[in-house]
Nanobody
Framework: QVQLVESGGGLVQAGGSLRLSCAAS????????MGWFRQAPGKEREFVAG????????NFADSVKGRFTISRDNAKSTVYLQMNSLKPEETAVYYC???????????????????WGQGTQVTVSS
């Protein structure tokens, strides 16, 4: 069992930046691909970014390419999401998730991820 805890959310003005962190418990973090998803009020959850277990490959939703980066530190069992040039429409609860299958290519489908954090609120003001 893996527990994921997100942090780093908050209120930021449009055009600003935030860095989200997701800390994992357990000793198998380095075997999991990790993803970030978000869900805005009244909308479906959507994929934001993903990174393979070894950090060698990443993918991003088209809407965030060039503005968001994802990285991980397996020694710290932590994955990060750096978000730049934030937009008001990106206000949402952001979740990290772990996929234990070492899947390739990375999945953008939430249902294949095995573990989820509780989420962290990101609010972008206009």
């Amino acid at each position: 069992q893996v527990q994921l805890v997100e942090s780093g959310g908050g209120l930021v003005q449009a055009g600003g930046s935030l860095r989200l962190s997701c800390a994992a418990s357990g000793r198998t973090f380095s075997r999991y691909s990790m993803g970030w998803f978000r869900q805005a009020p009244g909308k479906e959850r959507e994929f934001v970014a993903g990174i393979t277990w070894d950090g060698s490959s990443t993918n991003f939703a088209d809407s965030v390419k060039g503005r968001f980066t994802i990285s991980r530190d397996n020694a710290k069992s932590t994955v990060y999401l750096q978000m730049n040039s934030l937009k008001p429409e990106e206000t949402a609860v952001y979740y990290c998730a772990a996929d234990k299958s070492m899947r390739w290519p990375l999945s953008t489908v939430g249902s294949v991820y095995d573990y989820w954090g509780q989420g962290t609120q990101v609010t972008v003001s206009s």
